[in-house]
């Protein structure tokens, strides 16, 4: 056995002692067949920490063999995953890779990473009116077509359960209705959710704590917010705003108290919340000041629990931002350079700041907040881009990104690496594509 301890802290990352922990002891085997007994301590997105004879070491993902990866995907809610934050010194770039392009393809992106941290994508293919998946294998990218009967797949938004299957909730153009594509670890299945009337557009997939999921959409017909959720046996629908034409760029997000809220546009210029308190749904208004605003809407709850938006203010072309402190609302204006804040999308990194990805007329833009103020930056102005952009973090806090270039029909992701690394900094680089 020490034999094989020496061969695998040869593969090390990094590798440091910690006191025991009396978890229950595994054999791991490497790819190449050897053995080891050790205690799964934590895991990243590109790695492992295991201990073996009272020391902790972190090893590459990938030194393991894939049953073992595979037994780590369904561990990665039981070990906490390890919310690092910069080390001093790091400085970063953003690594851009195109996904896919046969087509006019990358409309309606969303993007999200399995518990154990890879990012994955769904999107429409406007070419063959179909439903598409791109996913990250730890190697390359493959894609993948998911429903393709008929014209079907705008309004997509994909969520990962908590034992890492991918959910899919979309629009089916041709019958009008609210149809949900949901993976069990072999095979995708389809479903419809709601069929009454034209039914589906913006729609919004989220998990519950529980792990039940959940989706926000649009009724065109009768102009109203919908919310649909499963309890682990069938599918229960129900109208929750219909003052006016209200349910554009809707977006929802569950409380850590397992509460789902929705934030969305009331026409012309409101944006307006609504929360369940376990009894009951409440709506409110956020902001109408102005002219037409609350469009393209992003609701994400931050660690401490509070909600908060991205949303853009069509009128002044600007990017906004509401934020709850427990009490009150407030609303600012994140940038107002040039013709921004369309294609919204927020979330809160594992460490606490929240960040919007978003579009400048023709390029993908970022801000940021360290705390005490935002910055922003350009991501990518090559061609006509940054359409139907999602952002995400992975569970060890690097960001990514997937939108649409205009200019070559395809389908892209920019990730943020780190080029200058600071003590404990670990280096993110998902590749190129296949099919």
Known sequence: MKRLVLVFAAL?????????????????????????????????EDWVKLKVKD??????????????????????????????????????????VPIDSEGVIGASSSLAFSPSGRPAISYYDRSDQALRYASFDGFNWITETIDSKRDV??????????????????????????????????????????REGDVGKYTSLAYSPSGQPAISYYDLTNGDLKYASFDGRKWTTQTIDREGRVGWF??????PSGHPAISYHKYPNHLRYASFDGVNWTTEEI?????????????????????????????????????HD??????????????????????????????????????????????????????DREGHIGGYASLAFSPSGHPGIAYVDKSNGGLKYAHRVIVKKGNSALKSAPGKAEK
């Not at 809407?297 to 009128?315: C, E, K, R, V, W």
């Not at 978003?358 to 103020?373: I, M, N, P, T, W």
């Open 12 to 44: 090390l990352v990094a590798g440091f002692c910690e006191e025991l922990s009396g978890e229950i002891q595994r054999v791991w085997t490497s790819a190449d067949g050897k053995t080891l007994t050790g205690t799964l301590e934590g895991q990243g």
């Open 55 to 96: 020391k902790i070491y972190k090893l590459k993902l990938d030194i393991l063999s894939q049953a073992d990866q595979d037994y780590l995907k369904t561990q990665a809610g039981s070990k906490q995953v390890v919310k690092r934050k910069p080390d001093a010194g790091e400085q970063y770039s953003w690594k851009i």
């Open 153 to 194: 797949g705008t309004s997509t938004s994909l969520a990962f359960s908590p034992s890492g299957q991918p959910a899919i909730s979309y629009y089916d153009l041709t019958s009008k209705d609210l149809k949900c594509a949901m993976h069990d670890g072999r095979k995708w299945t389809i479903q419809t959710i709601d």
């Open 250 to 255: 809707n977006s929802l997000s569950f409380s």
């Open 287 to 323: 902001d109408s000041e102005g002219g037409n605003l609350g469009t393209d809407t992003s609701l994400s709850h931050g660690p401490d629990g509070h909600p908060a938006i991205s949303y853009s203010d069509d009128t002044n072309k600007d990017l906004k931002y509401a934020s």
């Open 326 to 379: 427990g009490r009150k609302w407030t609303t600012q204006t994140i940038d107002r350079e040039g013709r921004i804040g369309s294609f919204t999308s927020l979330a809160f990194s594992p460490s606490g700041p929240p960040a919007i990805s978003y579009c400048d007329l023709r390029v993908l833009k970022y801000a940021s907040y360290d705390g005490q103020e935002w910055a922003t930056q350009t991501i």
